[in-house]
């Protein structure tokens, strides 16, 4: 079994910047997929970021350029950190990962319950 905890949601200023943080708990051989979506109320969740197999990562078009995906193997934690936010930035941010989590290459895929992000102008 798997648990995932985000963190490091909150409100800022716009153009201030935030690190969020996903924390991946229980038998974790390895990452294979990561990513962040958001949902802002009465909008559509929103893929925001992801690394594919440990590929190159992908941005939503919105975000490019400002905010960064990663992930810290030791501490099985992926980040996601936002710079330059706008109020339009303004979401529930959410993490989702496949790991390995056995020797046979059993996946777990799954996410967790969110932080909320509230840049103000």
């Known amino acids: 079994q798997v648990t995932l905890v985000e963190s490091g949601g909150g409100s800022v200023e716009a153009g201030g910047s935030l690190r969020l943080s996903c924390q991946a708990s229980g038998s974790i051989r390895r990452f294979n997929d990561m990513a962040w979506y958001r949902q802002a109320p009465g909008k559509q969740r929103e893929l925001v970021a992801e690394?594919?197999?440990?590929?190159?990562?992908t941005y939503l078009d919105a975000v490019k350029g400002r905010f960064t995906i990663s992930r810290d193997n030791a501490e099985n934690t992926v980040y996601l950190q936002m710079n330059s936010l706008k109020p339009e930035d303004t979401a529930v941010y959410l993490c989702?990962?496949?790991?390995?989590?056995?020797?046979?290459?059993?996946?777990?895929w799954g996410g967790g319950q969110g932080t909320q992000v509230t840049v103000f102008s």
């Open positions: 989702n990962v496949e790991v390995v989590i056995d020797e046979y290459g059993t996946t777990w």
């Open positions: 690394v594919i197999r440990g590929g190159t990562p």
